[in-house]
């Protein structure tokens, strides 16, 4: 079947079209997360205490004090958020007084604190009646707050960036390994083949996140330490994979006449034998993109993975699990529906893609 005709094949699979869409909604919260989300500070992690474990809707009068540092550029917000968004006050009342703003701040169990913030603490205030128009503003946490008062829904949605960058570099580095291996083994055979069969045996024989967690363990914990110990787990499959194709693909006649026209191997493989071992690639790095996911969510579960503040989806199941059964399972089932979504986005469009460049379907 010509390649041409496989969009048309996937926008047949009504599942995969799904997905596909989901996955792409992903990205784009990804790319655009900091200005999606209500909390558009680095990390998500505007903390207020008093408003901790709030349900979903649950929204709440707020004064803004401007930061004093100046505004970072547009692109500095899109990829790292603004660090100067200024200093939020939960209030439960206020007044305007003649040397400034008297609020009383919120307390869910009891009357708060009661404080006078004067009006030089404002920017740009030519009158009292400012502050109620600019700097006094109510905000609405739409999937409630965490134990420590942030807003669930923006840490999901930077979340989300964490969860596809880890899919993305950890499949970019099993694809560069797996690919040099595979295509090695398969094509030159004999010892080499045996070596690289040797050590795909060996890691193969390791759980995968018992690996995960040794490398991890070795490189030490941090965003970056994550993507290199998942990526470099996730080779297996594809050395295997490509292997295969290679060694069914090398004494077909358009290699035969390569050989003879004096290509070198590497353009022989790079040319002729990866291209025509396209589609099982394909299916492979998507399977690996959703098995990238979960082990990133289960090494932040455990406490290895990316380190607080940074949000991630298993870091915010390992901080509010307990509350399942207290009453308030918000705080956690909200990223586990969130990795659930993504991870059966990736198996579905797995299987669709399969499907496709199934040669009996051709």
Same mark, same amino acid.
């Given at each position: 079947?010509?390649?041409?005709?496989?969009?048309?094949?996937?926008?047949?699979?009504?599942?995969?079209? +799904?997905?596909?869409?989901?996955?792409?909604?992903?990205? +784009? @919260?990804?790319?655009?997360?900091?200005?999606?989300?209500?909390?558009? *500070?680095?990390?998500?992690?505007?903390?207020?205490? !008093?408003?901790?474990?709030?349900?979903?809707?649950?929204?709440?009068?707020?004064?803004?004090i401007p930061s004093e540092l100046p505004s970072v550029s547009f692109f500095e917000k899109l990829f790292f958020g603004d660090p100067n968004l200024?200093?939020?006050?939960?209030? *439960?009342?206020? /007044?305007?007084?003649?040397?400034?703003?008297?609020?009383?701040?919120?307390?869910?169990?009891?009357? &708060?604190?009661?404080?006078?913030?004067?009006?030089?603490?404002?920017?740009?205030?030519?009158?009292?009646?400012?502050?109620?128009?600019?700097?006094?503003?109510?905000?609405?946490?739409?999937?409630?707050?965490?134990?420590?008062?942030?807003?669930?829904?923006?840490?999901?949605?930077?979340?989300?960036?964490?969860?596809? !960058?880890?899919?993305?570099?950890?499949?970019?580095?099993?694809?560069?390994?797996?690919?040099?291996?595979?295509?090695?083994?398969?094509?030159?055979?004999?010892?080499?083949? /045996?070596?690289?069969?040797?050590?795909?045996?060996?890691?193969?024989?390791?759980?995968?996140?018992?690996?995960?967690?040794?490398?991890?363990?070795?490189? &030490?914990?941090?965003?970056?330490?994550?993507?290199?110990?998942?990526?470099?787990?996730?080779?297996?499959?594809?050395?295997?994979?490509?292997?295969?194709?290679?060694?069914?693909?090398?004494?077909?006649?358009?290699?035969?006449?390569?050989?003879?026209?004096?290509?070198?191997?590497? /353009?022989?493989?790079?040319?002729?034998?990866?291209?025509?071992?396209?589609?099982?690639? @394909?299916?492979?790095?998507?399977?690996?993109?959703?098995? #990238?996911?979960?082990?990133? !969510?289960?090494?932040?579960?455990?406490?290895?993975?990316?380190?607080?503040? @940074?949000?991630?989806?298993?870091?915010?199941?390992?901080?509010?699990?307990?509350?399942?059964?207290?009453?308030?399972? +918000?705080? #956690?089932?909200?990223?586990?529906?969130?990795?659930?979504?993504?991870?059966?986005?990736?198996? @579905?469009?797995?299987?669709?893609?399969?499907?496709?460049?199934?040669?009996?379907?051709?």
């Amino acid at each position: 079947m010509d390649r041409t005709t496989h969009p048309k094949r996937l926008m047949r699979n009504i599942g995969g079209v +799904f997905a596909l869409g989901y996955i792409g909604l992903c990205f +784009f @919260v990804a790319l655009f997360a900091y200005m999606l989300a209500s909390d558009g *500070s680095k990390n998500a992690n505007q903390m207020h205490l !008093s408003l901790h474990s709030q349900s979903p809707g649950f929204q709440v009068q707020m004064l803004h004090i401007p930061s004093e540092l100046p505004s970072v550029s547009f692109f500095e917000k899109l990829f790292f958020g603004d660090p100067n968004l200024g200093t939020y006050y939960p209030i *439960s009342n206020y /007044r305007l007084e003649a040397e400034g703003v008297y609020i009383e701040h919120f307390n869910f169990d009891a009357p &708060g604190k009661k404080e006078l913030i004067p009006y030089e603490r404002f920017v740009e205030v030519d009158r009292p009646q400012t502050i109620e128009t600019t700097y006094v503003v109510t905000k609405k946490f739409l999937l409630g707050t965490d134990l420590f008062g942030r807003d669930i829904l923006s840490r999901l949605l930077v979340g989300t960036r964490i969860s596809l !960058s880890i899919g993305l570099i950890a499949v970019f580095i099993s694809l560069l390994v797996g690919v040099l291996l595979g295509s090695l083994g398969g094509y030159f055979g004999g010892n080499v083949d /045996r070596l690289i069969m040797w050590l795909i045996n060996v890691t193969w024989s390791i759980p995968t996140l018992l690996l995960v967690i040794a490398i991890s363990v070795a490189l &030490g914990k941090g965003f970056w330490q994550v993507f290199i110990a998942v990526g470099l787990t996730m080779w297996v499959e594809v050395a295997r994979i490509v292997r295969g194709q290679v060694i069914s693909l090398k004494n077909r006649e358009f290699v035969k006449a390569a050989q003879t026209l004096g290509f070198s191997s590497f /353009r022989i493989i790079s040319k002729h034998i990866l291209p025509n071992a396209f589609g099982p690639l @394909v299916v492979i790095t998507a399977a690996n993109f959703a098995a #990238a996911i979960l082990i990133e !969510s289960g090494l932040s579960f455990l406490g290895i993975g990316a380190q607080p503040p @940074v949000p991630t989806w298993g870091t915010m199941i390992k901080d509010h699990y307990p509350f399942l059964l207290t009453g308030k399972p +918000f705080m #956690a089932l909200a990223p586990g529906l969130a990795i659930m979504l993504l991870v059966s986005s990736f198996m @579905v469009l797995g299987n669709a893609l399969r499907d496709i460049y199934d040669p009996q379907l051709s």
